[in-house]
């Protein structure tokens, strides 16, 4: 994937796919995260459960040690978790809190929440994503997908590179990782 073709992407699936052994575990529980964030409104109301699993898959997220063995397996799960996040903004009604529902599962399988870190589970929400991918249609969603995969996993511009590396700079640094954060949370630009 060339640079032009990185920043002009609106779909962050090839863009996961680009990243595959070049990204770590903690960016690809964010991305994670934030898809879920975003679709957080279409879950069922009486699933207090959702909120139970999305809080431990926090939490673990922010405990667990590095597992190489694990970490292969992210990658496609941070995509299925964006696949069943974007068909569920695509719908409605029961199908839209089917797809929120498969999304936040999708990422609680990085962490150990609700489905187990096993390679089967996660390998099997990935294929089940399939069909959330074949059933989107719009790229509204994908778009703004696309932007916190540029914000939360990759280097959008040679200045936010700079200032990433550039150690003497620690407070202009902090401040752009701080705002990419909030970003990616709060679904503004």
Known sequence: ?????????????????????????????????????????????DGLDFRQVFDLRQQLARDVPFDANRSRLYLPAAAATAAFAAAAMEHAGAEAQAFAAHSVYAASSMTGAGYADEEAVIWSVAADAAAADEATTLNVEREA??????????????????????????????????????TAILGTR
């Open 145 to 182: 997908q696309a932007d916190l995969v540029r914000r939360i996993l990759g280097k959008t511009t040679r200045s936010w590179h700079a200032i990433v590396h550039d150690r003497n700079n620690s407070e202009q640094r902090r401040r752009l990782l701080n705002s990419f954060a909030a």
């Open 1 to 45: 994937m060339t640079e032009g073709e990185w920043l002009s992407s609106t779909n962050p699936q090839p863009m996961l796919d680009y990243l595959s052994g070049r990204s770590g575990e903690r960016e690809l529980r964010q991305f994670a995260a934030a898809c879920c964030s975003r679709i957080w409104h279409l879950l069922p109301e």
